[in-house]
């Protein structure tokens, strides 16, 4: 079974090291987009081009790298699927292709939780638009969404899985330690503001 969860890892990082946002942004001839704002391969960043179709095709495919993962390890073996989310969660964060130097995993995350617990990913997903319509801030909505997750999952009875997401919930809150900076100095970028 060891041997399984190795692979089921190693399957879901090589899924999750694909970096979508620096290949859309340099298929679409708009360079490297490590280049501007927070030099970041998410999404967010990618908004930074003024390209929304682009921001929202990161966002996409960001998101089914995990749950592709989850889902196509549980058909082998359906304990194997939450695995594969981390692997490739931290596929996402650390990619060997471009020096282990990534995203900040909050599109993976939440692919990967669409895979295990659709209904909490709904309620990501409010979460997230409410504090980004409220505060305009994408770091403010992925922090409190990543809190809220792990206390959904275990009052929803899943404790297994709560465990995992608030491993990667306090992942994504250390990956987010500049933009924790930032928002208590006043400094940080707002959502659709090019830097």
């Known amino acids: 079974m060891a041997y399984d969860i190795l692979l089921a890892l190693v399957f879901g990082y090589l899924l999750g090291s694909i970096p979508f946002g620096l290949l859309i942004t340099r298929a679409a001839g708009l360079g490297d987009v490590r280049n501007i704002g927070s ?20 966002l ?3 998101a089914l790298k995990g749950t592709a993962a989850v889902l196509i390890a549980g058909r082998y073996a359906p304990e194997l699927g939450p695995w594969a989310g981390l692997g490739a969660f931290l596929g996402h964060l650390f990619p060997v292709w471009l020096g282990f130097k990534g995203g900040k995993g909050v599109a993976t ?3 990967v939780l669409i895979a295990l617990a659709w209904q909490v990913a709904l309620i990501f997903a409010v979460v997230w638009l409410a504090v980004a319509f409220l505060f305009r801030y994408s770091s403010l909505a992925a922090l409190t969404a990543a809190v809220v997750v792990p206390i959904a999952l275990y009052v929803l009875s899943t404790p297994q899985i709560a465990g995992l997401f608030a491993l990667m919930s306090l992942v994504v809150i250390v990956k987010h330690r ?6 208590l100095a006043g400094t940080e970028g707002k959502i659709g503001v090019r830097e």
């Open 178 to 183: 500049a933009n924790i900076a930032r928002l």
């Open 60 to 62: 996409l495919l960001d």
């Open 39 to 58: 030099g970041n391969i998410g999404a967010t960043n990618v908004l930074r081009t003024g390209n929304k179709g682009l921001a929202a095709a990161t």
């Open 109 to 111: 995350y939440l692919g």
